[in-house]
């Protein structure tokens, strides 16, 4: 094999024009951008096109709208397809550009429905993003059983003395409302790490 | 856009069946694999297709390789295609399986040239591998400039804790010479998070 591709829903680019298109505008506000991710969130879960998670890249200061991403784990087969890294990846492709904080660019954001885990925390820094924002908390995705992974207790800390503003807990109960719905309609909690702990709470998306 | 690829190297399909054909067999010892995966490194610096780095995931006990994986941040333009990331992905794909420890399979490992940065630490419990080795260490790729991002101390037992073993410095003198001829010849210690930076360590693959 030599080319490894996945594809986001076929659902995506008209929730894009709906929400982003010419008679929406930009959204101006942090919780603005965070109600339309969570908005994609709830599409993802009832498209039955992945996890109850999805993340967008916005230009930091005018509200631009670069790239969505969803949770993609299941339905794409691949573990790092977690929405933060398909909104980085996505935002990338988008730009021609590896990392958006280059030359040139405008700062950038990456605007995501639960904070991120382990691998996605590990990524920020690397994509070039100036700023984290974040809807529900680690503890509200392991409250209902997915695992945020060996995250370090002061992420943010680590973010920002690398100079990624992150802003926690915006619309903190309506991107918490998905994943309950999610876990109430027995959402599959997808694990890596297999069968010999496929019960208990191994990974997330 | 709805669909995101990348490529594998043009070479990597004949590097595979050299190192791995019918009569060459499969490696035996984590040495044997480590040291085709250095090989795979160097190659990835002689042919321009990305930075120092490889990994490759194998069937932990037989040896057989499932994927190669190389860093392809820069020539493939994304920031999360470092070769840990690489050839986690291109296994699952191989397997049709997105988590490597899932029920009938036989026990994977990930074999990687440097020790894995922050991201990549992350993405390993999703992955569903049961071991990783590594040959240079952080510290290693640190002294030639590239960032490990912000990893916790720990790493090694938090993996530990989630059943998956470390085996590190193995081969890595041999390892560690990919990294510093890199730098030798002036490689581009390519970074993300931007202009304001680019001449500090930020990042690697």
Request: overall charge neutral.
């Amino acid at each position: 094999m030599t080319e490894i591709a996945f594809s986001l829903p076929a659902w995506v680019p008209a929730f894009v024009q709906a929400a982003f298109g010419q008679a929406a505008g930009v959204p101006a506000t942090v919780e603005d951008r965070m109600r339309l991710v969570i908005a994609a969130a709830w599409r993802n879960v009832e498209a039955g096109t992945g996890g109850p998670f999805a993340a967008a890249v916005f230009e930091r200061d005018s509200g631009r709208l670069v790239a969505l991403g969803v949770n993609l784990v299941t339905t794409q087969g691949l573990s790092l397809l977690h929405a933060e890294m398909v909104a980085l990846a996505a935002a990338q492709r988008a730009l021609g550009r590896w990392d958006l904080g280059g030359a040139g660019l405008p700062a950038h954001e990456l605007v995501t429905s639960t904070e991120p885990c382990a691998m996605c925390f590990g990524a920020i820094p690397w994509s070039g993003v100036r700023r984290v924002v974040a809807g529900a908390t680690d503890s509200d995705a392991r409250a209902i059983g997915f695992d945020e992974g060996p995250k370090p207790a002061d992420w943010r800390r680590a973010l920002e003395g690398r100079g990624i503003a992150v802003l926690s807990e915006v619309l903190r109960d309506e991107a918490c409302a998905v994943l309950q719905a999610y876990a109430r309609r027995g959402g599959a909690i997808y694990n890596g790490g297999g069968d010999s702990s496929s019960d208990r709470p191994r990974g997330r998306g």
